[in-house]
């Protein structure tokens, strides 16, 4: 696992390109914010987890859970989701809005990019405080 990045992953670099393309400037992985959020877009009140889809349990087809040591995974993975609930409420407590964009999405091999980042585009443009939004393509 020590090999598994944390930080600067595919994923949140090619998003980060998009934005940045787009005129959005953030902060990056802001430690005195809950969870330490991927992307941190301060002017428009929002953060960004860029989350994986096996370390975060998503309901997608990456997402399968190991046939060795299961039950040392299944704790690990269960404990990685009631952290980012935590996470979640409460910035949403402080005020911030949360998108959480999922790996497949987004990915090397996702056709579906241009989409997500068109919807993560035009929800940090908007007033909508309804979260945590969860972006895919559909």
């Known amino acids: 696992m020590a090999r598994v ?13 998009e934005l940045f393309a787009r ?8 430690r005195e914010l809950p ?6 877009l301060s002017k428009w009140s929002a ?7 096996f370390w975060h349990r998503h309901n997608c087809k990456r997402f399968n859970w190991p046939k ?14 009631e952290r980012d609930e935590k996470s979640i409420s409460a910035l949403l407590a402080l ?8 790996q497949c999405e987004i990915g090397q091999k996702s056709i579906d990019k241009a989409q997500v980042v068109d919807r993560l585009d035009r929800w940090l443009r908007s007033a909508s ?10």
């Open 5 to 17: 990045r944390q930080r600067h992953t595919a994923p949140e670099l090619m998003l980060r390109r």
């Open 23 to 30: 005129g959005f400037r953030f902060r990056l992985h802001v």
């Open 35 to 40: 969870g330490t959020p991927d992307i941190v």
């Open 47 to 53: 953060v960004v987890f860029v989350n994986g889809c």
């Open 68 to 81: 060795s040591n299961s039950e040392f995974w299944r704790r690990k993975i269960s404990r990685n989701v």
């Open 95 to 102: 005020g911030w809005r949360v998108a959480v964009v999922w």
């Open 129 to 138: 405080n309804l979260g945590p939004e969860r972006f895919s393509a559909t």
